[in-house]
């Protein structure tokens, strides 16, 4: 008995949780807060791309999907419906979601003032959720998309002497490398409801997961699904089907064919989110659509305990979204 014990929690201990890194990005805060909702115990592995992280052996994967501002993460809805791809037998499936305040500080090396300013980088979502701001007041600086707001700010740490660049990152990435920076501007989103939404999917089947990644007792009814649909047809069932909540329209891979196997010259995949009133954990296709995963949203959950400010070293609660 004691022995099964300790045995089931080493399995735990040694359970990981992928997410993009390095330290200091929004990625970590969100698998940092599912890692809380999953008991505490996962290891946090950061990948450098979010590409990479889809293909991570990881248990868990924490993915960025949609932001307030900018919409879609292209990398996110293209990973996510590669099970698409003819061959593939197994995907991860998404099993929760969460939704972060999003406010992006403008940092550089110490001594660069923003009159100095050449270029700025970071993730394309950060560089477009900040577009209003650099029109205005950085119009002539070169935007550079990075793989992650924090790679960015480590990128100017390490460029040459002399170089005059910016990154737009999150305030834990700032306060991570304080000392060696200077903080040009508080908010270059513009607006204090910026949201990006994060998924959490998972390698583990349904019996290997912890109670609470399951559909939790607490659901009181709406569950969302996602769905991967090759065919615009697929769409138009689900629609007939239930409430759709969002569609993300992608281009296919070259070379993909319509329904009759014939070439076209907008070959189209499509990411759709469905609000379920008949939720199956298990289910793997409706409508002839691939299902991606099947969960209740945070609002649902209700709002989960918010991580101590010293973890992140920002001012006031980190989660206020429920
Ligand atoms: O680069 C990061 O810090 C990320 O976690 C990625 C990401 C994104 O892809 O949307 C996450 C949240 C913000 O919207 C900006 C960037």
């Not at 115990?41 to 791309?49: A, E, G, K, Y």
């Not at 003819?86 to 969460?98: C, L, M, Q, S």
């Not at 954990?281 to 959950?301: H, N, Q, S, W, Y």
Request: hydrophobic share 40%.
């Amino acid at each position: 008995m004691a022995a099964a014990t300790v045995q089931s929690a080493t399995k735990r201990a040694t359970r990981s949780i992928a997410y993009l890194g390095p330290a200091g990005t929004y990625g970590e805060q969100a698998a940092s807060r599912f890692n809380i909702r999953l008991g505490g115990d996962l290891n946090l592995v950061p990948v450098p791309t979010i590409p990479s992280i889809y293909t991570h052996p990881a248990d868990f994967l924490v993915l960025p999907l949609e932001n307030t501002l900018h919409g879609a993460v292209l990398d996110t809805v293209d990973s996510l419906l590669t099970p698409l791809t003819p061959g593939t037998k197994t995907h991860p499936r998404a099993v929760a979601d969460t939704a972060l305040r999003i406010e992006h500080q403008l940092v550089a090396r110490r001594g660069t003032t923003l009159a100095q300013v050449e270029f700025v980088r970071s993730h394309e979502q950060a560089l477009g959720q900040s577009k209003a701001f650099l029109d205005e007041f950085l119009p002539h600086a070169k935007r550079v998309s990075w793989p992650s707001t924090a790679g960015a700010v480590q990128s100017i740490l390490e460029d040459e002497d002399g170089a005059k660049g910016a990154a737009i990152c999150s305030k834990a990435a700032y306060e991570q490398n304080r000392d060696k920076l200077d903080l040009l501007h508080a908010g270059t989103q513009g607006v204090k409801d910026n949201f990006t939404r994060f998924l959490l999917l998972t390698r583990l089947s349904g019996d290997e997961l912890p109670e609470v990644a399951l559909v939790p007792g607490t659901a009181t009814g709406t569950v969302v699904s996602f769905f991967a649909c090759d065919e615009p047809a697929q769409v138009g069932g689900l629609a007939a089907d239930g409430i759709i909540l969002s569609v993300h329209q992608r281009p296919a891979p070259p070379g993909t064919t319509d329904e009759n196997g014939e070439p076209t010259p907008f070959p189209r995949w499509t990411l759709v989110e469905t609000e379920d009133q008949r939720p199956d954990p298990d289910e793997k296709d409706r409508c002839g659509a691939t299902c991606l995963g099947v969960f209740p949203t945070e609002k649902i959950m209700g709002p989960v305990a918010a991580l101590p400010e010293s973890d992140f070293g920002i001012d006031g609660p980190l989660y206020d979204f429920v």
